[in-house]
């Protein structure tokens, strides 16, 4: 079974660039299932009802997951109440709109994705680790190929839950720093590992936004309001193949494809 795991999608050069590669991608590659972070898809912060509609929908992307700025557009919280193929992170609170966690079927086999979110730099939330703890138990009575997006500021954290978690899930890949990391491995256990996928969005930019922009702040201190950079864009993520008997990854390709 190929995996192929997306990384942030940001605003809209990285839809397009999504919508452009995603159906090659899937050719090249014999792809039998498709995760893509889409939590800055909307301007860079956030994502709406449309967007994520249009890429379970138009784009046959089967799972969404998300992160810190899943709520930045509020009109996205009775859309994701309803709509568990949009993910936000597992250890927010009890009582948070939505699921952190979701089996799809991918053919004649059933595949697992648990979102998780880091707390080093990040939103004091529930522990990751022990959230994916309680999860996995549970998923794992169900299938045992589950991938998991850790969402993620720092990458020790990212690091520590890929160890901890080797042979009990088929992936571990990181989100959030939007900077795409040349650790790909598949670890011990059987476990595919990449610290992060990278984004998906302008390559001309600082972490997607307008450069010049985020150069000014460096350079004065003062506040600016964030916009997405123009020009060329590129997909970034990794395809994986997963034994789908056993769920243990065979290889991770890193992916980073100009638009």
């Keep these: 079974?190929?995996?192929?795991?997306?990384?942030?999608?940001?605003?809209?050069?990285?839809?397009?660039?999504?919508?452009?590669?995603?159906?090659q991608l899937r050719q090249q590659h014999a792809i039998d299932l498709t995760v893509v972070n889409i939590e800055n898809a909307a301007g860079g912060f956030g994502v709406t009802p449309q967007i994520a509609r249009s890429c379970l929908e138009q784009l046959g992307v089967d799972v969404l997951t998300s992160g810190n700025h899943i709520w930045d557009k509020k009109e996205i919280i009775e859309y994701?109440?309803?709509?568990?193929?949009?993910?936000?992170?597992?250890?927010?609170?009890?009582?948070?709109?939505?699921?952190?966690?979701?089996?799809?079927?991918?053919?004649?086999?059933?595949?697992?994705?648990?979102?998780?979110?880091?707390?080093?730099?990040?939103?004091?939330?529930d522990c990751p680790f022990r959230k994916a703890d309680e999860i996995l138990e549970e998923m794992r009575r169900d299938t045992p190929i589950i991938l998991v997006d850790m969402h993620s500021e720092a990458t020790s954290e990212v690091v520590a839950l890929g160890w901890y978690l080797d042979g009990r899930v088929s992936a571990v890949v990181g989100t959030h720093r939007h900077v795409q990391?040349?650790?790909?491995?598949?670890?011990?256990?059987?476990?595919?590992?990449?610290?992060?996928?990278?984004?998906?969005g302008p390559v001309d930019s600082v972490i997607g936004v307008d450069k010049d922009i985020i150069i000014q702040r460096f350079l004065t201190q003062m506040p600016v309001r964030f916009e997405p950079a123009k020009g060329p864009a590129a997909l970034r993520g990794v395809v994986i193949a997963v034994d789908p008997e056993t769920g243990r990854a065979r290889s991770i390709q890193r992916l980073n494809v100009p638009a």
């Design 1 to 23: 079974m190929n995996i192929l795991m997306v990384g942030d999608i940001f605003a809209e050069s990285g839809r397009a660039a999504l919508a452009k590669l995603l159906p």
């Design 80 to 125: 994701i109440a309803k709509e568990n193929l949009l993910l936000r992170p597992a250890n927010f609170p009890a009582g948070t709109p939505g699921s952190g966690h979701i089996t799809v079927k991918a053919g004649p086999h059933r595949v697992g994705v648990l979102n998780l979110m880091g707390r080093v730099f990040m939103n004091p939330i």
């Design 181 to 200: 990391t040349a650790d790909e491995r598949v670890l011990p256990g059987g476990t595919a590992y990449i610290t992060d996928l990278g984004m998906t």
